[in-house]
């Protein structure tokens, strides 16, 4: 089995910066692609950035694009979001996810393993 533990969120005043952090354990062989996805009160989850095992290929969504970067430490078996500009309405519950196949995808149905979440809240 594979298990992803969220950390970093908090309470950040706009236009403030986070630095979100997954770590894996477990079953962490292998090549596969991670991502980041959001829940907002009330609202669907949705996605936020993806990237490739290499770290040469990643998708975000046009609301973070320019913000948001997200990378990855395959020797440490961690994914990182570094949030910018923060806005309130970037104010979620966050999502690690991983795939069990490489492939940059947004689509959440094609991710097979998700953390717990962490809470991150911008303040106006």
């Known amino acids: 089995q594979v298990q992803l533990v969220e950390s970093g969120g908090g309470l950040v005043q706009a236009g403030g910066s986070l630095r979100l952090s997954c770590a894996a354990s477990?079953?962490?062989?292998?090549?596969?692609?991670m991502g980041w996805f959001r829940q907002a009160p009330g609202k669907e989850r949705e996605f936020v950035a993806a990237?490739?095992?290499?770290?040469?290929?990643?998708a975000y969504a046009d609301s973070v694009k320019g913000r948001f970067t997200i990378s990855r430490d395959n020797a440490k078996n961690t994914v990182y979001l570094q949030m910018n500009s923060l806005k309130p309405e970037d104010t979620a519950v966050y999502y690690c996810a991983r795939r069990r196949i490489n492939g940059v995808v947004s689509t959440s149905a094609e991710y097979d393993y998700w953390g717990q979440g962490t809470q991150v809240t911008v303040s106006s």
């Open positions: 990237i490739s095992w290499s770290g040469g290929s990643s």
């Open positions: 477990g079953r962490t062989s292998g090549f596969y692609a």
